[in-house]
């Protein structure tokens, strides 16, 4: 059975889109490791991919979607993208022996954290935001400078047979 689409409010669609890209990221990860491909080069991309994507993502969602509702459900993804971002700055200087695990680990919070926001969140802020919340979130995320859809990093190193160089 093929699964429904998530019906997504205009004002919040730049969100959702940027989603896709993060479970992107997520697969490109785990691909990465089934490989085995060198850890380094995985938090390589997992760096770029946090100061080109998920920080600017996260920042607009806590500036911009989040600022007219801290109620239970806003302040836990607020609680992720806090976990996410150490999970991230962690990789920096764990030991090599952990970085495997890490990597693993962080594509999975990521990945339900996605999840959360599109299947549950989403829905509860298109419920409760009025049009006119909607339409000004909208405007501000529409105008503000964005995390880019395009995923350009050079070293594709989940496309190799053999990854481990």
Not at 1 to 21: A, G, T
Not at 94 to 104: G, K
Request: some cysteine.
């Amino acid at each position: 059975m093929k699964p429904i689409p998530i019906r997504r409010s205009e004002s919040i669609m730049k969100l959702s889109r940027e989603h896709h890209f993060s479970l992107l990221f997520c697969w490109k990860i785990r691909e990465g490791l089934k490989k085995r491909t060198a850890p380094h080069r995985i938090v390589q991309y997992a760096q770029y991919f946090w100061n080109d994507h998920i920080e600017p993502h996260f920042r607009e969602e806590e500036e911009i979607l989040f600022a007219p509702l801290q109620d239970e459900m806003v302040l836990k993804a607020i609680e992720e993208h806090a976990a996410i971002r150490e999970a991230i700055e962690a990789l920096a200087v764990l030991p090599p022996q952990n970085i495997t695990d890490e990597l693993a680990k962080l594509a999975d919070q990521l990945d339900r954290h996605v999840r959360y926001e599109e299947r549950q969140l989403f829905p509860h802020l298109e419920a409760v935001l009025s049009d006119a919340q909607l339409e000004s979130i909208g405007a501000r995320l529409n105008a503000s400078p964005s995390a880019t859809l395009k995923d350009d990093y050079q070293d594709e190193f989940w496309n190799e047979k053999n990854a481990s160089l």
